[in-house]
């Protein structure tokens, strides 16, 4: 990305932004680079936004590895970005909700 086009994503994203974790489950509180995730830097964002992710695979524990960012994805609204369950029984049931694949691509909110 170049600057110019993060400067319209934080645009973008800057109405969304909420102090609530909008999320059912909390994420772990460990990171998988050895650091322990601290919530209070995270900067939270309503899932009302659908961006297109290329990604590598998906981990043991249903996290997305070598995730690269390829853009918005405005002819779709969040609400109708279901995520497909690689590891059924690792994921609980209120967690279903988030995005969709098309050919190791993921659709984001």
């Not at 109405?15 to 209070?40: H, M, N, Q």
């Not at 900067?43 to 590895?65: C, I």
Request: hydrophobic share 35%.
């Amino acid at each position: 990305m170049n600057t110019e086009q993060l400067r319209r994503l934080r645009e973008a994203l800057e109405p969304l932004a909420t102090t609530e974790i909008p999320l059912d489950v909390r994420p772990p509180k460990g990171t998988r680079f050895g650091s322990p995730l601290v919530l209070s830097r995270v900067h939270w964002v309503r899932p009302e936004m659908v961006v297109e992710v290329t990604y590598l695979t998906w981990t043991d524990d249903n996290l997305l590895r070598h995730v690269v960012f390829d853009g918005v994805r405005e002819d779709k609204p969040a609400r109708d970005v279901i995520r497909p369950i690689p590891h059924p029984e690792k994921v609980p049931a209120r967690q279903e909700r988030a995005a969709a694949p098309r050919s190791r691509r993921m659709t984001r909110t």
